[in-house]
């Protein structure tokens, strides 16, 4: 019996109320991450098939903490261990966002540190939009024009860069989300703050570029600084 299927049958996953989040994605037409790519629609069936739903209960809540369930989207939850690899918390997270996820959907901001660095899912996720398109319960949805070079493919679906990542951090993501995300991008190698910092400085007028100048040293140290 796998690990999955241990935490599915758990004695305290029956104390979990067994409705329906109500508000829960509507499911797509054409399978979970087709609206990405066909590829990202063939590897997401697996996950799709263990996505559980339900309602936001101090039940729920202690299976989080207790690390038996992460929760992706409110009311959205997979098992932990099918979380191991950058695809997988990729397509997890089209999965988790069902029938509203769309084609142009970039995986962005803290959900895009996520994706390849691990660890527990961001809460709101993030995404990248080319024009304001309505809103997503869970989801920061920013409107952004994204060049080719700022973007990768994992898994059939389209993540920025960890470099367009790490700017994104530092114009929008308050600290405490921000600044071990930031840390564990540099330290583990995705990324360095001599291009960070290049990179900000080519963006003059964008939206929140010059806090996020000031921003660099405070949150990656003067160790890292001086690197």
């Known amino acids: 019996m796998t690990n999955a299927s241990r935490v599915t049958r758990s004695p305290r996953r029956n104390l979990i109320t067994a409705s329906r989040t109500i508000g ?5 037409r054409t399978g ?33 903490e207790e690390r038996l369930l992460s929760r992706l989207l409110p009311g959205i939850f997979l098992p932990p261990d099918l979380l191991g690899t950058a695809v997988h918390r990729t397509l997890a ?13 970039v995986v962005a901001g803290p959900s895009a540190a996520w994706v390849v660095l691990g660890g527990d899912p961001p809460a709101p996720a993030e995404l ?42 530092l114009r929008f993501t308050p600290d405490p989300v921000a600044g071990p995300a930031l840390h564990a991008l540099v330290d583990s190698g995705h990324v360095t703050e001599a291009a960070i910092r290049r990179h900000l400085a080519d963006l003059e007028r964008h939206p929140g570029a010059r806090a996020a100048r000031d921003r660099v040293g405070r949150l990656l140290g003067p160790a890292a600084q001086a690197a």
């Open 32 to 64: 979970l991450c087709a609206a990405w790519s066909h590829h990202a629609a063939e590897l997401a069936v697996p996950l799709g098939a263990h996505l559980e739903r339900w309602d936001e209960t101090p039940s729920a809540w202690a299976m989080v």
């Open 24 to 28: 829960a994605p509507p499911p797509p």
């Open 93 to 105: 997270l089209g999965c988790a966002l069902g029938g509203r996820l769309q084609s142009y959907h």
């Open 128 to 169: 990248l939009s080319p024009a304001h398109r309505g809103s997503i319960p869970g989801v920061t949805v920013r409107t952004a024009r994204l060049q080719p070079r700022e973007v990768e493919t994992i898994g059939g679906a389209p993540v920025t860069r960890p470099l367009r990542t790490a700017v994104d951090l």
